[in-house]
Structures are given as C-alpha cells and as structure tokens.
C-alpha cells in the first residue's frame, strides 16, 4: 500500500504525499506573510518603536524562511527526487561495502569478506560488464536529462545495479593474492562511486528544473567526470589480465641459461665464421623480442603473454648457439670471455623480465618506469659485449663487421638527411669555416680517398691484417665523405639538388658496405668473384657523387651569375638614362609607366620567393624579369615626359624611376648572400631590401597618378576571382580531408596476424606502422593549420592600408600554394588508405610496405612544396609564424622517418621469414642481396625524382600562363 501511495500521482507528476508536504509549506508562507503584514501595520503606526522594528525585522526573515522550505518540498515532491536519493542512499551503503573490503586488503585476507568460485579472468569479466551496464544508465540520463519520469527510472535502474558491481569489485580483488591490483580495483571502484553521488546529484537537480541551464551544464560536466573515471576502471581490468604465468617461465629459463654457462662446453665442429653469424642473428631477434617485451609492458600489458613465450624460445637458441661459438673458438680466453658474456646477458635478460612484470603490476610507479629503462640500455650493452667477445679471435672480419655496421648506420643517417631535404628542413651544424667550397672539396676529396682504399681492400686476398688496415681507411673516407655531403647539401638552397646529392652519397656508402661484406666472406673462403665487381661499383657511384657536386656548383653559379648580369645590366640603364639619345618609348603615358612598375614589383616578389625555395631555375627567371622591368620603367618614364610640362612633375618622376632602380640593383645584390642556405642575416637583408623596393615603387605609382590620365591608376590589378581567398579555403578543406583520415586511422584496427616463433610479433609491427601513420596525420595537420596561418596572416596585411602595397597578386604564386594544399590532401588520403590495407592485411605484404613507404615519402614531398609556397610571401617579421611552419615541417619528416622505420621492419620480418622457411642462402647471401635491392631502390627514385622535376617544369608552365 505504501508503494501505490508513493506513486498515485495526478497530471502534476507529484505524488499524495508530496502535495501534503507542499501544502503544508504553503500554508507556513501565508502564516508567515500575514505576520510581516501585521508587523508593518504595527511598525507604520509607532515607527519609532524598537521592538516593533525588531518585530518586523524577524517576521521578514520567517517569510524568507518558509519560502526556501517550499521550494525545497517542491523540489523533494517533483518526479525523479525521490528515486535520486534512493540511489545516492545506495551508493553510500555500496561505499561503505567497499571500504570493508580495503581493510581486508590490509589484514592480508578477502576470503572473510567474499568467498567466490570464481577465477580473476572471470570476476574480471563480469565486473567489466558491470561497468559497461553503470555506462548504459549514465547514457540513459544524459540522453533523457529533460524528462524527470526517465531520469527516476533511470536511477532506479542503477540502484539495482550497484550491488551487482559490488559484488563484481569483491570478487576481483579476492581473486588475485597480488595487492597492488587489488587496491588499485578497489580504489578506482570508490572512486568511480564517488563521481556517480555526484552525478545522481546533478540529475536530481535537473528533475527538479530541467528548463535551468545551470542544472544542465552541471550535468554535462559530472557526467564527463564519471565517463573518464569508468575508462579508468576499464583500463585497468585490461591491465590487470595479463597473466604472470609466462613471464615467469622466461624469467626461470634466463636464470637456468646463466648457470649453464658456467661450464665450458666441448668443442665444435663449424667454423666460427658460421657459428657467429648464427649467434648474431639470435643476438638481433633477442635484441628486437625484447624491445617488444618492454614496450608491451608499458602500453599493451595484454599482449605480453605471446612475447614471454617467444623469449623462452630465444633463450633456448641462445644457449645453443653460445655453446656452439665458444666450442668453435681454439683459444681458451676467447672462449671463456663468451661465455662470461653470454651469461651477463641471461642475467640481464632475466631482470628486465621481472622489472617488466613489476610495471604491468604497477603502471603508476614511475620508479618501474625508469628501472625497466636503464636494464634494458643493460641488456643492449651485455648484447653488444657478446658480439664483441666472439669477434676477437678474427681481427680482419671484426674489422670488417665493424665498418659494415657504421656504414649501414651512415646511409641510414642520409636516408634521414635526405627525408629532412624532401621537407625543405634539412639542417646540419656549420662551423665558421665550413664554407660551401671548402665541404665541397672534402667531399669531393674523400670520394677520391675511399676509390683507392676500395682498390686496396680488393687486392687483399684474403690476408687479415691486410683486410682490417684497408676496411678502416675506407672506413674513415665513407665517413667523411658522408659528414660533408650534409654540409655541401645544407648549403645548397634547392631541395632537389639536396636530395640528389645525398642520394648519390647513399649509393656510394652502399656500395662500399657491399665491397666489405664481400670481401670479408672471400676471406672466409667464400666466393670471390663478387668482390671485383663490388669495387667496380663503389668506383662508378663515387665518380657519380663528384660530377653531382660539380654540377650543384654550376646550378649555383648559374643563379648568381644571372644576379650579377641583371644587376650590371642596371646600372649601365641608369648611366644611360640621364644622357641624350636615351631609347625612350615615345608612345608612353601615365598608365604605362604604371603597367611597368607592376612588373617591378612582380620581379620583387618572385625574386623573394626564389631565394625562400631556393629554385635556380625560378631566380633565373626573377632576375630576368627584373632587368627587363627596370629596362621598361626607365623607358616609360623617359617617354611619359612629353605628355607633361610640368618641369617639377618631370623631375619627381626622374627621381622616382632611378630610385626604384637604384632599389631594384640593391635587391639584387642581397639575393646573391639569400640563395645562401641557413644565412639568416643575409635572407633578413633581402627581405629589407625588398620592403625597400616596394616604398620606391609606391612613389613612382603616386608620381603617375600627378600626370595626365593618371589619376586613377592603381598599383595591384583586378583579377577578378580572388585567388587568395581560394587558397584559404583549399587550405580549410584539406585541414579537414586531414582531420578526418586521422579520424579513420585512430578507428583503424588490425586484424590478428600468425605468430612466427623465433620471430617478432607481426601484430606489434603493424601496430607500430599504424601509429607512425597516426603521427604523419597529427603532424600534417599541424603543418596545414600553421599554413592556414600564414595565408591569413598574408590575407589580412595585403588589406591593411599601411601594409596592403608590400603585397603584389601574384596568380602564379597563388595557384602553386592552392596544388600544394591539394597535394598535401590527396598524399594523406592516400597514405591512409595504404595504411589501412596495411592493417587489415590485404593484398601482398611485401608489396603494401613498398607502397607505404612510397606513400609517407609522397606525404613529404607534399608538405615540402606548400610549406615553401606558404614562406614564400611571408615578410621577417612573420617570425611566429615561419617558427611554426619549420617546426610543423620537422615533425613531418621526422614522422615520415618513423614510418619508414617501421615499414623496413616489417620488410625485414618477411626476409628473416622466408629465410627460414626456405633455407636455401646463407646470411651473406641475403646481405648482400639487401644491399642490392637498396642500390635498385636509389636508382628507381633517381628515375622517380627525374619525372618530379619534369612535372614541376610543366606545373610552372601551366601556372605562368
């Protein structure tokens, strides 16, 4: 009967006993009102009486009193209240429960507090369904906040549900005896209660006014504030699953391997030669496992579990190999340093195991954070110390592997310069003393030094101290001709001739690593015809480099000699100009003098942006365009005189055309030091001289405007659609074609993939490709929104009335920036699509990582041609603005870097796979087969980069229409 009466309510929504509540306060109003009534009455006729005021004073305070009691007996009857504090009741008794079980976690037994049948995978399951059911009633009121009678059974709903989570907490934490899981579920659990009495609380408020958007915002936020407390919770089941049993039987198995090192084992029959290439391919699979383990321990706890499994089998084939390399080795120092290190890296393995498994218990401890760090720099350094040790009894392939292994790293150092170069932002520290010609001729010289050294390690014959004393020196020339073809490229303003120069260094190192591997197998007693041909090749590719830097250096000159004609070329105008007989165009006016300007100041800006992109072919053109504008300003100006005879009038606009030469000549003399690159002072100069030019300009358009005709000629034309415009908003939509293909990445989920043993996790590679994909985007979409910024910021100075003449419309320009936005916008597309085939694992693998790579350098490119547009019109004092554009520009690249990375490994997964599967090539073999895969790479993108720099020529052309 007491449940009808609760709920027999009328239209009102309120129920029998709300309404008496209500009228009750009603009634203590009127009481309370017609008190004040009488107070006032008796206050009006003794005015001066004290206790009549201090009556009045009281009987106000009791009207204001049982005004706030209605609104409360309101607010309590309204539909919704009642069951809200029902919930809030709950959700303290079900706090209370929880706080039993914190004591039990300190007494050391739960079994008291919840006797279960259950595993922890289970009550960790069923509580994870319980979270997701508190989730659904949350959603349920969120989505319903403007209906008290839903917000009631809503909370009605999570009143039964509570004891169910309950209930679901004490039985994960009684199940697992490790008691920093269980306090870290029990406290999340308080916590996330904690947030839900605060939710219910703002829910009662809105049943109570839902029109108040107070209530509603309030709602909003803590219906926030309990979703990321239950993300927290959900998290952490996933976190807590991960089983130790695994774990543990790698860290028993690295124990048991660092005793069994302690005897010397017997001896062996292979060749040390074999028995260590077989333990270095072990040593790198660890190396690679390992970086997996750790990883996964702080970011996917769940799927640790295959990656324990897999360095069980590892440690096995360690100790296998380590036998067998100590027992192939004839001197007893040699052997017995093995197995010292070999037992220093089972140690060492077997720490970083259990500190891996202390961060999965207890992710929040930051000491765990930077233990498993330092033991696994601990486990690199013990991995290092093995390789070393067995390469002591062989001072020629020790040598030799030592080279092979700095060359590898020195073409994956211009690899990454060449990335760098793609983007536009390749730099290299410069010494005072590093010029263009002096890194030139090291450059040129160590190219030279390493033809002679291959010549020699060819020559070897197999004589080990011969082989070690050449491997060195070339060697040494590899690394210096790497270090100063940086700095020649650096030096070089155009990045195609960037890319081209550090490509053919790439090549070269290449080659040379390929003489070594080559070399060093001839000396085993392998095959040594390869080895003449290797040397061949490192002398091809090494001339190459020369005739590169030799030609970089005329494009160079080129530029600067074509400054120097125009400049000279103006000044023997301007001698000219004063003396009779000056060709002068005896047709001209007002307007033409004015049209010729117009091609003075385009030369200005084209000249700018030449020096920005640092094109040769573009500043040709602009100091063309320059003298040649120049050469019709002074003839214009000349031949405009007879339209006038105003002698003053003639004098300004004589003053105002040299003026403007003068200018023009000064611009030209400060591009010489601009097409520097990294000469900051020399590019502020240009862009001071060019703001120069443009008040020159301005003067020689403002003395037109005296002369007859005149008065209404302008400066920028009309060109009808505004091309600016049309490039923001190209630069907007590719802003969002980015958001939303980062959107599909972050959505993009990789199916699962077969476990090789012995190898690495295919699904931790994909996943690693996926996130470099996710970085690229990220990045991207930073550099676009810094060149949205720029364009704006140009936009709105070229309509500032003090700033508006330093900015000459320029379609060509214009047109460039608006397919570099689309171009920017289709390379991510299409880099996500080929990520996303990528993850789902369709068509050729082999294939799909070719294509990702192509598609991430495409993405480089791109950003590299608006990120030049985008600098291209900025003035110095956009330093803001050019700061975020070069670093939206490094993070690009350095992303693009990242995702190549990942894509070789998955490269080098599926060679390590197919070796073993087909067994049929030894390790040098497929070295050297690497390497000639590379130098086939390098000479499709010489061919790739032949048919961009067509493209460009074409796209110009179109665009100079």
Known sequence: MESRTETNNDDSGISSEGKRQVITAIKNVANQTASLINASANLSSKPKDSQAQAQLTGASQAVGEAIAQLMAARNAAAPGARECDVALESITQSMNELDTVSLGIVMGDLSATNPTQKNHSQAREDLNNDCRNIAVVLQQIMKNSQSPEQIAKAALQLRKQLPEFVAGVKDTASTTSNKEIQKQIVGLAKDLLDHCSHFIAASKDCAADSANQANQKQLQEKA???????????????????????????????????????QVPPKSAKPLSQARSELQKITKEIATNLQLVVSSARLNPDRLNGQAKNTTVLIGKLVESVKTTSGASSEDNVRKAVLQAAKAVALAIAQLLQDSKNLVIDQRNPNHQKQVTATFATVNDSLSNLLSATRAADVGERDAEAVSSMLNNLV?????????????????????????????????????????????????????????????????????????????????????????????????????????????????????????????????????????????AAEAAKGIKELELSKSTIKEETTKYAAPGYPANPKANAEDIVKAVRNVSAANAHLTGAITSGNQEDLVKAAQLARESVQQLLSSSKGAQNTTQNAQLKAKLNKAALETAEATSKLLDAAKGGMKANNASAQKEVSERSAALVGRINEVVGVAREMPGGAKLQLVEDFGEDLDEVAEKELVSAARVIENAAKFLLNTKPIAREVVPGFADQSDIVEAILDAARAITASTSGLVRAATEAQKLRLAASRDNKTKNMYHKDPTWTNGLISAAKAVAAATQHLTQVANRVAQGAGDEEANDHLLMAAAKEVAKATAQLVSASRAKLDSSSSAVQSKLSDASKSVAMSTNALMAAARTAMDRQEEVKKQQAAAKGVTDEKIRGIEQQSKILKLEKELEDARREMLESRKKVYGK
Request: proline share 2%; with cysteine; charged share 25%.
């Open 224 to 262: 926030k504030e309990s979703s990321e407390s239950l993300a927290k919770m959900v998290n952490a089941l996933k976190t807590a699953t991960v089983s130790m049993k695994e774990l543990d039987e790698a860290i028993a198995a690295a124990k048991t391997a660092g005793g069994a090192f302690d």
């Open 412 to 552: 994956s150092d211009l690899d990454a310069s060449a990335l760098f170069a793609v983007a536009g932002e390749l730099d290299v520290p410069l010494d005072d003393k590093d010029t263009y010609e002096l890194c030139e001729k090291r450059m040129v010289d160590a190219a030279k030094n390493l033809i002679e050294a291959s010549k020699r390690l060819a020559a070897t014959n197999g004589n080990q101290s011969e082989v070690s004393a050449a491997v060195k020196a070339l060697g040494e020339s590899a690394s210096e001709l790497g270090r100063n073809a940086k700095k020649t490229a650096a030096q070089i303003p155009d990045t195609l001739t960037q890319q081209e120069l550090l490509t053919a260094a790439k090549a070269v190192c290449l080659a040379s690593q390929s003489l070594v591997i080559n070399t060093a197998e001839s000396s085993r007693g392998g095959d040594a015809s390869a080895v003449p041909t290797a040397q061949k090749s490192v002398e091809t590719n090494a001339s190459n480099l020369v005739n590169v830097a030799k030609t970089a």
